[in-house]
C-alpha cells in the first residue's frame, strides 16, 4: 500500500457518511432569510418616516421660533398668556392627531 492508497482510504474512513439533504432545514433557513429582508425594508422605511418627521418638527420648531420673536406675537402674548397657551396646546394636540394617523400604525403584516 502506497501514500495515495493509504489517503484515499484514510479519507473515506474519516469522512462522514453520505446523507440526502435536510430539506426542513434548508426550508426554515430560507424562511428565515425571507424575514429578515421583510424586517431590512420595514426598518428602512421606519427609518425614513423618522427623518421626515424630525425634519418636519424641526421647520415647524424654527417657525414658531421666528413668530415668536415678532413684537406682535410677544405683546399678544403678553396681554392674553391663557389664550397663548391654549392655542399652543391645541397646535399640539393636532401635532400629534397628524403623526398618529392611518400611515404611521406600525409595520405593515403584508410584506412578512
Known amino acids: 500500500m502506497n501514500d495515495d492508497d493509504f489517503n484515499g482510504f484514510l479519507a ?13 432545514f434548508v426550508g426554515q433557513v430560507q424562511q428565515r432569510l425571507r424575514v429578515e429582508r421583510a424586517l431590512r425594508a420595514e426598518r428602512l422605511r421606519i427609518a425614513r418616516k423618522l427623518a421626515m418627521d424630525l425634519a ?4 415647524v420648531a424654527t417657525a ?9 406675537v410677544s405683546a399678544f402674548v403678553s396681554l392674553n ?3 397663548a397657551l391654549g392655542m399652543l396646546l391645541i ?3 393636532g401635532w400629534i392627531a397628524l403623526q398618529a394617523g392611518p400611515d404611521s400604525a406600525g409595520p405593515s403584516r403584508a410584506t412578512i
Open 12 to 24: 473515506s474512513a474519516l469522512s462522514p457518511p453520505r446523507r440526502d439533504e435536510d430539506l426542513a
Open 56 to 59: 418636519g418638527l424641526g421647520t
Open 64 to 72: 414658531l421660533l421666528a413668530l415668536s420673536r415678532s413684537p406682535a
Open 81 to 83: 398668556p391663557s389664550l
Open 91 to 93: 397646535g399640539a394636540a
